[in-house]
């Protein structure tokens, strides 16, 4: 891995630690105060849902951002057309 990837990762970071501790939030609630009990997901109405919907909506969307994260920071391994290496 180059260190342009890795800067590119970390620069990325907070949107997967944000997501991340989302799904951990949504996991501990629905295991402390049982499936029924309301957790935050951010919408225009109600804004709240069924800690077992929220659990499932957080660690999809922590899952598509590490790959997206991922993908995109393979392209930090390319050079640009005409750029100089170094």
Do not use: K, N
């Not at 949504?26 to 709240?48: C, I, K, M, N, Y």
């Not at 994260?69 to 290496?85: E, H, I, K, Q, Y």
């Amino acid at each position: 891995m180059t260190r342009r990837r890795l800067l590119w990762l970390a620069a990325m970071s907070p949107f997967v630690l944000a997501s991340g501790v989302a799904a951990v939030y949504a996991l501990v609630v629905l295991l402390t105060q049982g499936p029924d009990a309301e957790v935050w997901v951010p919408s225009r109405g109600d804004a709240s849902a069924a800690s077992w919907i929220a659990l499932i909506m957080y660690s999809v969307l922590t899952a598509l951002t590490v790959s997206m994260v991922w993908s995109l920071s393979a392209g930090a391994d390319r050079a640009r057309p005409g750029a100089s290496a170094g």
